[in-house]
């Protein structure tokens, strides 16, 4: 449900769009000590805006982020969110 809900874009999730962007895709997600963890690829480019192009560098990695599930007005949220993992990241110019 979580996947259908946020992964919306051919299976990604931006976390920021334009010349400069970052997404996350590829995600499994797991209940795990109370917490929802969500693993995903992260995917971004970045740097600055300069005339309609991103100058700067390409960054992908696996990260692992989770949140304390948690209801409010009849709607579940995450509160408590943190990056667990982060993998060493691949660069590419």
Not at 21 to 44: C, F, K, M, T
Not at 47 to 58: H, K, L, N, R, T
Request: charged letters at 25%; aromatic letters at 8%.
């Amino acid at each position: 449900m979580l996947e259908q809900a946020l992964f919306k874009r051919d299976g990604k999730f931006d976390l920021q769009s334009g010349p400069c962007y970052a997404y996350l895709e590829n995600p499994s997600v797991e209940l795990s000590g109370g917490r929802i963890r969500l693993r995903a690829h992260l995917s971004s480019r970045v740097g600055v805006e300069f005339d309609q192009d991103c100058v700067g560098i390409g960054l992908a990695s696996w990260t692992v982020v989770s949140g304390a599930p948690v209801v409010r007005d009849g709607s579940v949220c995450i509160e408590d969110l943190q990056i667990d993992q982060i993998d060493t990241p691949r660069r590419w110019d």
